[in-house]
């Protein structure tokens, strides 16, 4: 895992002064595609060849698309479904990134399709980050995966991270495992 954390910190992504060319290039470089398959099989050893390559894209490219930290994303799906692509919760939610089946309809996603549930997942998460970008208090990613798990109307309605169990371990877990990508 240490080697795993090193590459991912070491290869996280572009700075703002490059996004244009690393977005060019990331497909094409196969240390930092290599560090994302070895995250992802750590999470999932039993992934076959052809879905790690289809998550590894899939993840890629959504991350960079709606402008997340592909670290942040590999957290989030691992504390979501393990990357499993047929993980099915108790309450229905579907796939790598575990969409209520509301949630995929209003997406227009393919919840069981593991490109169309990480493209869902990645726009759910940019749009509650863009939601709460002017808050004070509270940070906005920590308001941002409340969110994603218990639903905005949540976060709204308690002026911040709802108070359920389930929910604050959630944030706790997804932040813990994305400050380990981060070699934090």
């Keep these: 895992m240490v080697g795993i954390l090193l590459a991912l910190l070491l290869l996280g992504g572009p700075t703002s002064a490059e996004p244009v060319r690393f977005a060019q290039s990331y497909y094409r470089d196969e240390a930092y595609l290599n560090a994302y398959r070895q995250a992802v099989l750590y999470y999932n050893p039993g992934l076959g060849t052809q879905q790690l390559e289809t998550v590894i894209r899939a993840l890629l490219h959504y991350a960079h698309h709606y402008r997340l930290d592909p670290r942040l994303v590999t957290a989030l799906v691992a504390c979501e479904s393990g990357f499993r692509p047929e993980a099915v919760s108790s309450a229905g939610a579907r796939g790598l990134g575990q969409l209520m089946p509301g949630t995929a309809h209003a997406e227009g996603v393919d919840p069981g399709s593991i ?70």
């Design 115 to 184: 490109t169309s549930n990480i493209h869902g997942a990645c726009r759910v998460l940019r749009r509650h980050l863009d939601r709460y970008a002017d808050r004070s208090g509270q940070g906005q990613l920590e308001l941002a995966l409340a969110a994603y798990n218990a639903g905005p109307g949540a976060v709204e309605r308690y002026g911040g991270i709802p108070p359920y169990p389930e929910t604050l371990g959630y944030v706790s877990r997804v932040l813990a495992e994305y400050r380990s990508l981060c070699g934090r």
